[in-house]
């Protein structure tokens, strides 16, 4: 069982920048590749990206390719999601998520989520 909390959402301008966190409790964080999803208002969840186990890998979506960067701390148990570069289209509450073993991009593939934490990017 893996209990998951974020943080680290609130109001930014656009071009500005957020880390969020995801803290882990529970048993072997490391052996749980991580996920972050989004979901806008009167959107379905979206995938966002995810990190390996070990953290050596990750993958993002085209929309934030080259402005969001995901990283984990396993000593910490936790997951990072820096934000840079914010459009007011990257508004949306943010989760994290957990499965074992791979990675993966669909949402039904994830064992456990977090309560989601809000960030909203003013024009």
């Known amino acids: 069982q893996v209990q998951l909390v974020e943080s680290g959402g609130g109001l930014v301008q656009a071009g500005g920048s957020l880390r969020l966190s995801c803290a882990a409790s529970?048993?072997?964080?490391?052996?749980?590749?991580m996920g972050w999803f989004r979901q806008a208002p009167g959107k379905e969840r979206e995938f966002v990206g995810n990190v390996n186990w070990s953290g050596t890998t990750t993958y993002y979506t085209d929309s934030v390719k080259g402005r969001f960067t995901i990283s984990r701390d396993n000593a910490k148990n936790t997951v990072y999601l820096q934000m840079n570069s914010l459009k007011p289209e990257d508004t949306a509450v943010y989760y994290c998520?957990?499965?074992?073993?791979?990675?993966?991009?669909?949402?039904?593939?994830?064992?456990?989520w977090g309560q989601g934490t809000q960030v909203t990017v003013s024009s």
């Open positions: 998520a957990a499965k074992a073993l791979t990675t993966s991009r669909l949402e039904s593939a994830y064992d456990y």
């Open positions: 529970g048993r072997s964080f490391s052996s749980y590749a």
